[in-house]
């Protein structure tokens, strides 16, 4: 389910989109500011936010530029009264990807919505984010707030396996058949070996843990 964070100083409006948000299976945060918004999004992960521009505090512009600066990258809808074109450009200027004029048809802002998050899909898809950890199937990199790390093969395909699926518990024989391939003659200690490295690697991670599940096998979770 994608998570989908509003700021929006307008109380009726945001409950609005949230209803309809909600109703169309989206999760959704609501806050009435810019600095709101900076506040929720150090604290948990969104898929996209919805920004009305004119908020107390901190104007939309301003949080998606510093948004941006932070290096960002999470699709944004801005959602506004400004109907210049002047204000638009200064809109896609500072890093928004779509931009809706009040009043606002509220099934149109769905549609924006889907299409936003498919692309920024798309664009992912071999990247893979929890929390402000990034794993980078193509390099075998993954990339914390405090550093940038190569993964020797397996050991970053299981990473990548469980952060995939939080919460979902994968056997050891799961594991095996996938990662070192169906009929392997490797003795499934070697998952735990490997499961082991991966938490001297990540001891001190704010994103996530590996739990072990006594006489199954193991899962990642957020934190």
């Known amino acids: 389910m994608a998570h989908v964070l509003i700021a929006e100083d307008d109380t009726e409006l945001a409950l609005l989109f949230r209803h309809v948000l909600e109703k169309n299976g989206y999760a959704v945060t609501v806050v009435s500011d810019g600095e709101g918004a900076e506040n929720a ?25 510093s948004l941006r600066e932070k290096g960002n990258t999470m699709p944004v809808l801005t959602v506004t009264a400004k109907a210049e074109f002047e204000d638009m450009r200064q809109g896609f200027a500072f890093g928004t990807d779509d931009y809706m004029i009040k009043p606002v048809n509220v099934g149109e802002l769905v549609i924006r919505v889907g299409a936003l998050l498919r692309r920024a899909q798309l664009a992912n898809e071999r990247k893979l984010t929890i929390g402000g950890t990034v794993l980078d199937m193509d390099s ?84």
């Open 140 to 223: 075998l990199t993954v990339t914390t707030q405090k550093e940038s790390m190569v993964l020797p093969q397996k050991e970053f395909m299981l990473l990548y396996k469980m952060a995939s699926y939080p919460g979902k518990i994968f056997t050891r024989k799961e594991m095996m058949e996938e990662i070192w391939g169906y009929g392997t003659p490797t003795d499934t200690h070697t998952v735990d070996v490997h499961v082991g490295r991966l938490r001297e690697r990540f001891r001190d991670s704010e994103d996530f843990e590996i739990v072990t599940i006594r006489g199954i096998g193991y899962k990642a979770v957020r934190k």
């Open 41 to 65: 999004l150090a604290t948990s992960f969104y898929d996209l936010l919805i920004s009305d521009v004119m908020m107390p505090k901190k104007d939309g512009f301003s949080l998606v530029r």
